[in-house]
């Protein structure tokens, strides 16, 4: 029953408490109103989705470098190809372009454009251990169905996304986990807080199915039940985020599942065993 209570809150309760807060009103006829902060929301969401995507990856200069390469080319070429640790470097800095345009420069727009406070938009801690039921029941929901799909070669060929050899789990697998963790934070905070609470004044509960087109469609190129199952996901994150104010305990989540789809993947290729007994 209590589990019951819980859900119809998140769902039912959030969803009438959005909507109450939202102002959506009508320009009176002749009249065009604009809400210039949904608008630089919306366009940069944008940008730093495309910017990202098209130069978030060190492939994306190789046509430069490789034409004539300068002493500089051939720097680049040895510290982000050709071994272990030039794809560590490779991965984190597509986490780090990540970061930036999900997570620096939202931030910047929330305190000097806005003027707000980023405890409004989701990095808040106070009450977010009081929805902890929806984190043990996704963990209970996901890590079955993780483990089941580490069965199949196209999960192993994705995860982990960073591929120690093996002996070299640590330390290299920890600093690259380090990395991911904040590249969550930038993609919790890029949706379910900069969207999201950047946007429930004007749309109320809609902004978080706003958000949810762009989240989904940053996962093209994923498994398909992997970029379906971020269409609910999303739902679910956004819905506890305007729960709680909060997108500490998203964070959790989606982390907590991200780590494990790389732990079972190492254990099924045995690499993740032959560094623990060898560190």
Known sequence: MKLKKYFTDLFVKTWVEAENQ???TAPAQGTVTADMKVIIILVYT???IVVSKYFGHTTAFLDVVLVNPSRFD?????FFFGSETGKFHSMVYWSASIIMFYLVIPVLIVRFVFREDLRDYGFRIRGVAKDYPLYVLMLAI???LVYLASTTQSFLDRYPLFQPSQGHVFPLFLYWQAAYFLQFVAVEFLFRGFMVHGMKHRFGVYA?????IPYCLVHIGKPFGETMAAIL???ILGMLSLKSRSIILGIMIHYSIAISMDLFALWREGVLWSGLVEN
């Open 142 to 144: 996901m890590l079955p």
């Open 208 to 212: 978080v199915f706003i958000m949810v």
């Open 74 to 78: 051939l720097w680049y070429c040895s």
């Open 46 to 48: 944008a940008i730093g």
């Open 233 to 235: 996901a999303g739902i």
């Open 22 to 24: 939202s102002v959506r």
